[in-house]
């Protein structure tokens, strides 16, 4: 069964802290997205990675950063956080190929920043 | 730019009775759709998906026809349950294209 985890199914922080979400899936899949869950806005996509130690920005990646140093593995690195970063956060991955591929979702994490 | 454009919720529907969820998109060339569901406190899940025009997705009694000439792709379902309740996403992929073009979802609740 394939499976995409989350370190954490909620997250407290304050203003100003470095948080770090992992994400690992064991599907082997080359790409791997994080996006950010809203009401009303839907998902909003922050970064995603094609490959080992390769990123790009998705549509809001300010306040946010990255990191993939190995297949399995995407982080999502917020800098300083801000009360405007609480939300909910999904991990996503799926196989690159066509764009019929399945995206697979981790649970998610909730984030309150106060 | 690509874009999906779902019918607003909440939709509160009673059980047995029939679902329509509304769905349009913007393409400049050929996309596969989906929808995806989201239960309560989980994370996404692929509902059903259609690759070509007049393809016709089906899962869990939900349909979903790829009509080209009318940009849509609208969920149905002759009889929904309870256990339906939860929030349904389209959403759009094109070839060449890493990125996943979501609508902003549409929250159905069911009720007995």
């Known amino acids: 069964d394939v499976k995409v985890t989350q370190s954490s199914r909620y997250l407290v922080k304050r203003t100003g802290e470095k948080v770090f979400l992992e994400c690992v899936q064991d599907?082997?899949?080359?790409?791997m997205f994080w996006y950010r869950q809203d009401p009303g806005l839907g998902l909003r996509l922050i970064y995603f990675?094609?490959?080992?130690?390769?990123?790009e920005k998705g549509d809001i990646p300010e306040g946010y950063s990255v990191s993939r140093e190995k297949k399995e593995r995407f982080s999502l690195i917020l800098e300083s956080a801000s009360t405007n970063q609480t939300s909910m956060y999904l991990c996503?991955?799926?196989?690159?190929?066509?764009?019929?591929?399945?995206?697979?979702f981790g649970p998610g994490t909730r984030l309150l920043v106060l | 730019g690509n874009s999906v454009t779902q019918m607003e919720g909440p939709v509160t529907l009673s059980e047995e009775a029939f679902l329509t969820i509304n769905c349009t998109y913007t393409?400049?060339?050929?996309?596969?759709l989906f929808w995806y569901v989201q239960y309560p406190g989980e994370g996404l899940q692929l509902l059903l998906k259609?690759?070509?025009?007049?393809d016709k997705g089906s899962n869990k009694g939900f349909e979903a026809t790829y009509r080209k000439e009318t940009t849509s792709f609208h969920l149905e379902k002759g009889s929904v349950q309870v256990s339906d309740s939860a929030v349904y996403f389209c959403?759009?992929?094109?070839?060449?294209?890493?990125?996943?073009?979501f609508g902003t979802g549409t929250k159905l609740q069911v009720i007995p």
């Open positions: 996503a991955s799926r196989e690159a190929g066509t764009a019929q591929e399945t995206q697979y």
């Open positions: 599907m082997d899949h080359e790409n």
């Open positions: 990675s094609y490959d080992v130690k390769m990123k």
């Open positions: 393409a400049t060339g050929y996309p596969s």
């Open positions: 259609a690759t070509k025009a007049d």
């Open positions: 959403a759009l992929s094109e070839e060449g294209y890493q990125k996943v073009t």
